[in-house]
């Protein structure tokens, strides 16, 4: 039997598929099985699958119904015991599997994992994300976002079926981490592993007050009751948390109202974010949606060997792949 399986749920991604694929087949750790769920896609995404001759890759079509459901779908073929999610538009780095491998193999009390991530439009890298490293700060982290990147995660199958697995909404993985959290032990290695593709015709580009709402929606049964509790936070760190979901996803009034709670001087980062209310909406949506933070700092370390390499590697990649 396979070490894992790679699964890989796509729709209407032809012209990425390649890479994807690709740099799955390329890994370091080559002992897995590939498998790829077609929902419904209406590109030609299954002549390019069986354009690799490759006997890891298995290939199944149906009917479009949506990512989560094409992940239940996927997880219930799959007869590994760890699934490593991967997505059809992004790349990963040639070690990424082997490192997620050694990791369960050495940390067997962890459930999911995933690591940092670069995100790249085109040949051109944007900025890294470094995500939390331990359980506590991840499922604290939850209360706002995920710090388990989706398509760069590696987790047990089981763990995710025995909870009835994805619902068949938008932002399916978020609302399965928080569902779970009380139950799993996640973890983040520290280390870019993945090229996570930005797109500016995805969904939650287009409309981004919707994409709000959904998270905001999500997160709603969390927030109410006992959230202090919920996520085992400080009183501090309850307000500041409130204040950053209305930051993000609701009210720039709300947010105002629990940041008031604060002594702002203390934390850099909400006296920034109360400077940007000041300005008009549209650049306080501009602000949030390019991560700005986060270029700034790529740009900071734009010299460093680690991006050298990324940035090498995509580079070459890309034109080995035309």
Not at 120 to 139: M, S
Request: glycine share 4%.
């Amino acid at each position: 039997m396979a070490k894992l399986t790679v699964l890989m749920a796509t729709y209407n991604a032809a012209e990425f598929l390649p890479y994807s694929i690709k740099s799955i087949l390329n890994q370091t750790l080559s002992d897995f099985i590939f498998l790829i769920i077609d929902d419904g896609s209406t590109d030609n995404t299954e002549e390019i699958v069986k354009s690799f001759n490759d006997e890891r890759i298995k290939y199944f079509r149906k009917e479009n119904s949506g990512l989560g459901d094409s992940l239940n779908y996927g997880l219930k073929l799959a007869d590994t015991e760890l699934i490593a999610r991967m997505d059809a538009d992004d790349i990963a780095l040639p070690n990424r599997l082997q490192k997620q491998y050694d990791f369960f193999s050495s940390n067997t009390s962890y459930d999911i994992i995933s690591s940092w991530y670069t995100m790249f439009e085109r040949n051109k890298i944007l900025y890294t994300v470094k995500t939390a490293e331990t359980d506590e700060k991840i499922k604290k982290r939850l209360a706002l976002h995920s710090d388990i990147m989706h398509p760069a995660c590696m987790f047990k199958k089981d763990k995710i079926l025995s909870e009835g697995g994805y619902k068949p909404i938008v932002f399916e993985d978020y609302e399965l981490w928080l569902r779970i959290k009380d139950r799993v032990k996640f973890g983040n290695i520290q280390e870019e592993l993945m090229l996570v593709r930005y797109r500016s015709d995805s969904y939650s580009r287009k409309d981004i007050v919707i994409k709000n709402k959904m998270v905001y929606d999500i997160q709603a049964p969390y927030y109410d009751g006992n959230f202090r509790k919920k996520f085992q936070l400080t009183e501090q760190e309850e307000y500041a948390l409130r204040g950053w979901r209305e930051f993000f996803y609701g009210t720039e009034k709300k947010a105002r109202d629990h940041w008031k709670k604060l002594n702002l001087f203390s934390d850099s980062r909400i006296f920034i974010a109360l400077l940007v209310l000041l300005f008009p909406k549209s650049f306080v949506l501009w602000f949030k949606e390019n991560r700005i933070k986060f270029r700034l700092k790529y740009m900071l370390n734009y010299f460093s060997e680690q991006y050298r390499y990324i940035r090498i590697f995509l580079n070459s990649f890309a034109n080995s792949s035309e």
